[in-house]
């Protein structure tokens, strides 16, 4: 017998109703914002995701690649941005539009990590990216957007993560500061910081092994590097997060994970028990380089990415999902010899928007009515010989009980009167 592959998952018809409330809310919030929805293709060209000297896990260890004919290499996304930035470059989307363009996204996404809970290797990305313009405005609005849909669904348990990583020359500047610093430490760090240490040593501020070092919590700081354009530009982006009374944490060792981030990054996290060591449930950042760096004009921007299972995880830890209930508007009992008539009778709901479940099989009226109950039904139509020959229906109002007999042809204004 075949088993999901690992690290993959079935959504069961409950879950899936689960992902769609989530959803929905997700797309209410992003018409709050002006967010309009696209969507890319599931495999790009290996070079959309992975630059030359990238450092991060996701780019070298966790990407599906694959070669069909032998010749083009191709990727599974492993995230959103960057297909949405091919797009825009490609389509030409700043030229024709108004900036900044804000596009939103929800796709699977496929990393080969070392599955657990929270962790997939196939998992669903809600995102946003706003590009084509820089303000201190547009990244305290993207934190503000990501901020509100996460207080929608209900989540109660969370904390907002901010910090900057300086624009490319306070980035430069502090990057070399930390090579010098950890260099006389080389021999201590993991096997992968010792790569990072050459290619991105402010990855080794977050490595999860290194971090808990005193060596790494005592490496230079990031505000000491930051240019005086990089430090106005984030008192701002706190001051717009203050009159929005978004409450917020400075964490100035968060540098994220892929390597296109410059200026402002944040993540909000869970401090809910059962989050435990996958408590991200979304992050992003500032990308200045991206758009040109995939063929564009320079232009910046910023975005997130939420986790969909993982906000399933917690919103149902947080008792925030809706109870999936079985409802419909009617059942219908079929006590007659030929089932046409109570075809005829489903036909006419459901073409004026009833939701309708019908009885296939002989069995007895007990059974039937048995069903009808599990099926939540709110009316409840029997059909029998009597109905069939005066072209009549029994209908049966569950909650209150009452019961009457009307021609067939009434039946729609006789509910319109409901
Ligand atoms: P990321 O931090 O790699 O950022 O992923 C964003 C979110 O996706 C995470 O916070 C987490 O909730 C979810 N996620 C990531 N990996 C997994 C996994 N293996 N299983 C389940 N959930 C996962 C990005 O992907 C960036 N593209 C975000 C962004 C958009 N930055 C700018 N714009």
């Known amino acids: 017998m075949y088993q ?20 929905d809310s997700f797309r209410l919030t992003l018409e709050l914002y002006g967010y309009k929805e696209m969507k890319t293709p599931v495999f790009e060209y290996t070079g ?29 996304r492993p995230e959103g941005t960057a297909g ?27 990393r080969h990590e070392r599955p657990q ?33 996460i207080k929608l669904v209900g989540l109660k348990n969370i904390k907002v993560l901010i910090n900057t990583l300086g624009d490319s020359s306070s980035r430069v500047a502090y990057s070399k500061a930390l090579s010098e610093y950890f260099a006389q430490y080389k021999d201590s760090l993991c096997e992968d910081c010792k790569k990072r240490l050459e290619k991105n040593p402010l990855r080794i501020l977050d490595c999860k092994i290194d971090r808990e070092n005193d060596f790494v919590k005592n490496a230079p700081k990031m505000e000491d590097y930051l240019t005086a354009e990089a430090k106005e530009y984030f008192e701002k982006v706190k001051s717009y997060l203050d009159t929005m009374e978004i409450p ?43 758009v040109e760096e995939l063929g564009g004009p320079s232009i910046s921007g910023i975005g997130f990415a939420i986790g969909l299972e993982r906000l399933m995880i917690l919103a149902k830890a947080e008792d925030a999902l809706a109870p999936i209930e079985d409802v419909v508007d009617f059942y219908i009992i079929d006590m007659s010899k030929s089932s046409n008539y109570a075809f005829k009778v489903a036909e006419t709901l459901r073409k004026a928007f009833y939701t309708v479940e019908l009885n296939y099989y002989d069995r007895s009226m007990k059974s039937q009515f048995k069903s009808s109950e599990r099926k939540g039904a709110e009316y409840v139509i029997i059909i029998g010989e009597d109905e069939v020959n005066n072209e009549t229906v029994t209908i049966k109002n569950t909650k209150d009980r009452s019961q009457e007999v009307i021609k067939f042809a009434d039946l729609l204004n006789y509910m319109e009167g409901k």
């Open 117 to 149: 809970k929270g962790r997939q290797r196939q998992f669903t990305q809600m995102g946003i990216e706003c590009i084509g313009e820089k303000s201190p405005m547009i990244d305290a609005e993207v934190i503000s957007l990501g901020y509100n849909y």
């Open 84 to 110: 949405i930035v091919r797009s825009v470059v490609q389509n030409k989307m700043y030229a024709a539009n108004e900036l900044p363009l804000k596009l939103a996204y929800i796709e699977e996404m496929f």
């Open 4 to 23: 999901t592959v690992k690290g993959t998952y079935d959504f069961l018809p409950d879950e899936l109703k689960n992902v769609e409330d989530l959803e």
């Open 248 to 290: 917020y944490i400075v964490d100035d060792r968060l540098v994220r994970g892929l390597d296109y981030y410059t200026d402002t990054v944040f993540e909000v996290v869970s401090t809910h028990e059962d989050a435990g060591s996958q408590a991200t449930v979304f992050g992003g950042g500032r990308y200045d380089n991206l």
């Open 48 to 76: 959309v995701f992975a630059k030359e000297n990238d450092t991060s896990d996701m780019v070298t260890k966790e990407m599906y690649t694959f070669s069909p004919n032998g010749k083009d290499s191709l990727t599974l």
